[in-house]
């Protein structure tokens, strides 16, 4: 139901051939190591085996965030543990203080719970900041203050210490859920540093953008462990069986690739910049980003400019109520960045 209210589209068999930069995936698979140690684990795959995979995952990510192992909690992707986290902190008394824009489940879920929701809107006037003491003012009683940065669809940074001065200031029993899962794109500081501090924070990771694992599906929560712990009350299942082996295996080797996540993020800012200069030759608005999406203001309704670039089979993005004329663009690769800029030059002629 969500999916189809967002406008999420078909299979990828639907779209052969077509340039997706409608979801805001990587344009390749994942990197060759991890290719090669998903592989090997497929023929294993008989299996259960999660545990030592999981382990050396959490030693590695430990190492590269300065985060204790008990700190870390992998999943398959980071939508469950978002999810899981606004059903955990939010009640009743406490709802949640989000964004908007932003990435949607966290208020889809706290309309599903029937808790208080307060979306502080990102403002032009305001360079579409994240506004934390308007979030802490929207409900200074919130269970959960959601910030994702950068943001999705806008690409936008909450600098750390905005989030820092959140954290000193939130009420006591809150927490700061900071959704990083394009953060690689960035190369900025994390919000790992306050879980590492023992703050009331849990940070979220995903696979699926940077590391080109959005099928094999694997995230990260980072938190203190008393607060993971609570995310984990309802479950009966030992959370190590949600894993599948193939992405701990294909996540492990990937991880700690430092030069590959740097030239990944090179390769993507360089298409991104090839595509603003475009944008700005032709005079259409777009909000600069950090990440490997941005927004563009058609200044007329996005639905039917999205239906026009399909017709020349370019996928965008879809848009956001609260910015009707605005699509999401994902960045892809530069073949796919020319053929929206030779789309785009179609669709608005
Ligand atoms: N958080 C943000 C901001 C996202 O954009 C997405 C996916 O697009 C997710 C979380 C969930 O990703 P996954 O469940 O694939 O890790």
């Known amino acids: 139901r969500v999916s189809q209210a967002r406008g999420v589209v078909a299979s990828a068999g639907d779209n052969a051939g077509k340039v997706l930069i409608d979801s805001n995936e990587w344009w390749t698979g994942p990197m060759e190591a991890g290719v090669r140690a998903g592989a090997a684990m497929v023929a294993q795959g008989n299996r259960y085996w999660p545990n030592r995979n999981r382990q050396d995952l959490l030693k590695a ?10 700190h870390i909690m992998p999943w398959p992707g980071s939508g469950d543990p978002l999810c899981r986290a606004i059903v955990t902190f939010c009640s009743p008394q406490r709802g949640l203080v989000t964004l908007d824009p932003t990435y949607e489940p966290s208020w889809e879920t706290a309309e599903w719970l029937k808790v208080p929701l307060a979306k502080v809107a ?54 700061v859920l900071v959704d990083e899962a394009y953060i690689h794109f960035a190369g900025t500081p994390s919000a790992a540093s306050l879980v590492a501090a023992g703050k009331d924070v849990i940070v979220l990771r995903t696979f699926s953008k940077l590391f080109g694992m959005a099928g094999l599906r694997l995230g990260l929560s980072m938190g203190r462990p ?34 590959e996540i ?35 203001d058609w200044k007329r309704p996005a639905k039917p400019v999205r239906e026009a670039f399909a017709k020349q089979g370019v996928i965008i993005g879809r848009n956001w109520p609260i910015w009707p004329n605005c699509s999401r663009i994902t960045v892809g690769s530069e073949s796919d960045m020319r053929s929206f800029c030779k789309a785009l030059d179609t669709v608005i002629a």
């Open 226 to 259: 008393d607060l993971l712990e609570k995310m984990m009350r309802y479950d009966g299942f030992s959370q190590s069986f949600m894993l599948s082996t193939v992405a701990l295996a294909t996540g492990l080797a990937s991880v700690t690739r430092a030069q």
């Open 61 to 70: 990510v430990s190492e590269i965030e300065g985060v204790p192992t008990d």
């Open 262 to 296: 740097v030239q990944r993020r090179n390769e993507m800012t360089a298409n991104r910049e090839m595509t603003f200069a475009h944008l700005r030759q032709r005079g259409i608005s777009y909000i600069p980003s950090v990440a490997n999406m941005f927004i563009v």
């Open 122 to 175: 990102l403002r032009p006037e305001n360079n579409w900041k994240t506004d934390v003491r308007a979030m802490l003012a929207a409900n200074p009683n919130a269970g959960v203050y959601y910030i994702c940065s950068p943001n999705n669809p806008t690409g936008t940074l909450t600098p750390i210490a905005d989030i820092e001065w959140l954290v000193a200031n939130k009420p006591a029993g809150s927490i």
